[in-house]
């Protein structure tokens, strides 16, 4: 049977019992013992008689609270309240509970039955079982079971964010014209769900913070760590260019939020159990830091975001933390029960197209070397790195996201991407990287950009090289000498100085 069907049917039905009175029910005379059941008899202003004091509808209130994080004596009230057809609660009244359907092992109601109060209402407890689980209680009018509805949703364990549903997408991460101008901005996106992929409870809160710029979320009063609130899932941060400006152009920015660790659940339970207590099977949470070394481990003295005020960084404990784990892993103090910070970071380059340092580079047949010139004599094997310059230390910066590259030559073909046979890109054996690479390896990246021609990436924040040939012209056109110029085009439409080389090849 559709309960709530049949509710809803009950409850237009009463609706036209008050419409048959022209224009509102007026109850007169008549008395009533609502602790009997009796019924009082009245008149609508036309004479229609209804029946007052006899149950008729029970209406059920939202769960307290509707979602619960499954943790030992956890429980939710639901709350039922039967009245008569004119809205008048009924007193007294026998109303049988049961769940909708069968429930997880553990999951019980504190009552099978209850009797209306005063107010005609009545309320019982659902407490929690073993797994998390969303369950729906039934209540039935004891002496008419035509006359049932059926509560709203509660849940155990569920909608709580965990660390490997919870990212974060940018429209853009190096903001055009940031560097130099304030107000800039880029929009942020958090998604976070639960440990079954479900979205996020309505109203999570998720935090952020950066070590420049501004954030604004939903709160940004001053004093107000920023936040935004889920919907569905997701919320939406913007970060502003504004002073303070980090000497290397990037700004690192954490979103975080209360939540549990994800881990290999091999039953699909969402209880962590001992069988699956294995070193490496969990994400194990550290508190965020800027990796300044590149070493992967948090170095004293490397900027760290303090999540749990501990005044001291605080490193990943080997334990895991969450809702809902075995009373044997509880035991021996390998689970935590409760939520922990989970976070993610994104870095932004606030960068420009103004003060574009170029370096170009040859294929010698094993490694990278430094060049100033194209010699098609040599090799048609070339990189340039393409970077905007910090005016404060110099720090090598991603161009502006969206920003064009055009490469045209007056000699030799026209420029194409293009790789050596034998180059691997490696970041661990740079045996073929150029000195200057390896010497900046941690500011500059060495992605293979297959398409010099399209826009430049919205995701990169560090600069990249771009490979290309420029072939033999295929008719000698009788010069010995010309130019590749490089346009960058800003997506404001600013153009860049123009970046030039000579190309040489034979006449």
């Known amino acids: 049977m559709n309960y709530r069907k049949n509710m809803f049917a009950l409850l237009v039905a009463g609706t036209l019992l008050t419409a048959c009175g022209g224009g509102g029910t007026d109850i007169s005379g008549g008395s009533s013992d609502s602790s009997t059941g009796g019924t009082t008899s009245g008149s609508t202003g036309t004479g229609s008689t209804v029946t007052v004091g006899v149950a008729k509808y029970i209406i059920a209130d939202t769960p307290t609270p509707s979602f619960q994080p499954l943790i030992n004596g956890a429980s939710s009230r639901v709350t039922f309240t039967v009245t008569d057809v004119a809205g008048n ?6 109303v049988n509970v049961a769940f909708s359907s069968s429930v997880s092992s553990g999951y019980s109601l504190s009552a099978s039955q209850f009797t209306t109060n005063s107010s005609g209402q009545g309320s019982i407890y659902v407490s929690a079982g073993t797994s998390p689980s969303t369950v729906y209680v039934k209540a039935t009018l004891n002496d008419d079971s035509s006359v049932s509805t059926l509560s709203s949703s509660v849940s155990f364990g569920m909608g709580v964010p965990d660390s490997d549903s919870f990212s974060v997408s940018a429209s853009v991460y190096s903001l055009d014209s940031a560097a130099e101008m304030d107000g800039v901005s880029t929009e942020i996106n958090v998604y976070a769900g639960d440990k079954f992929n479900h979205a996020a409870l309505d109203g999570t809160k998720i935090y952020a913070q950066s070590n420049g710029g501004q954030l604004q979320g939903d709160s940004s009063s001053s004093g107000t ?7 569905a899932g997701s919320c939406k941060f913007n970060l502003i260019s504004s002073a303070p400006r980090p000497s290397n152009g990037i700004v690192s920015v954490i979103f975080y939020t209360d939540g549990e660790e994800s881990f290999k659940d091999l039953n699909n339970d969402g209880v962590m159990n001992s069988a699956e207590f294995n070193p490496g099977d969990f994400d194990d949470i550290k508190e965020p830091y800027l990796d300044a070394d590149l070493s992967n481990d948090y170095i004293s003295g490397e900027y760290y975001w303090d999540l749990d005020n501990s005044g ?9 933390h969450g809702l809902a784990c075995d009373s044997a892993l509880v035991a021996a103090g390998s689970c935590i029960l409760g939520t922990v910070k989970i976070w993610d970071r994104r870095d932004f380059a606030f960068s420009s197209v103004k003060n574009i340092t170029p370096t170009l580079e040859r294929w010698n047949g094993t490694r990278w070397v430094s060049a100033t010139e194209i010699d098609l004599e040599i090799t048609t094997n070339y990189r340039v790195l393409l970077a905007s310059t910090n005016n404060d230390d110099h720090a090598l910066m991603a161009l502006p996201s969206n920003s064009t590259i055009a490469f045209t030559s007056t000699n030799g073909g026209t420029p194409v991407f293009g790789l050596p046979s ?14 200057y690479a390896v010497s900046n390896l941690s500011d500059i990246s060495l992605t293979k950009i297959g398409n010099f021609t399209s826009s430049y990436p919205v995701n990169q924040i560090k600069p990249f090289y771009f490979y290309f040939n420029v072939p033999e012209e295929t008719k000698n056109n009788g010069n010995t000498t010309g130019t590749l110029t490089i346009q960058i085009t800003s997506p404001g439409s600013e153009a860049a100085t ?5 190309v040489k090849d034979a006449a």
């Open 498 to 502: 123009p970046v030039v080389y000579t």
């Open 422 to 435: 034998g180059y691997t890109a490696d970041y661990v054996d740079t045996t073929d990287e150029s000195i």
């Open 225 to 231: 760590t920023p936040f935004c609130t889920t919907s």
């Open 312 to 320: 001291a960084y605080t490193p990943a404990d080997g334990k895991y």
């Open 89 to 94: 609660p009924v007193a007294d009244k026998k």
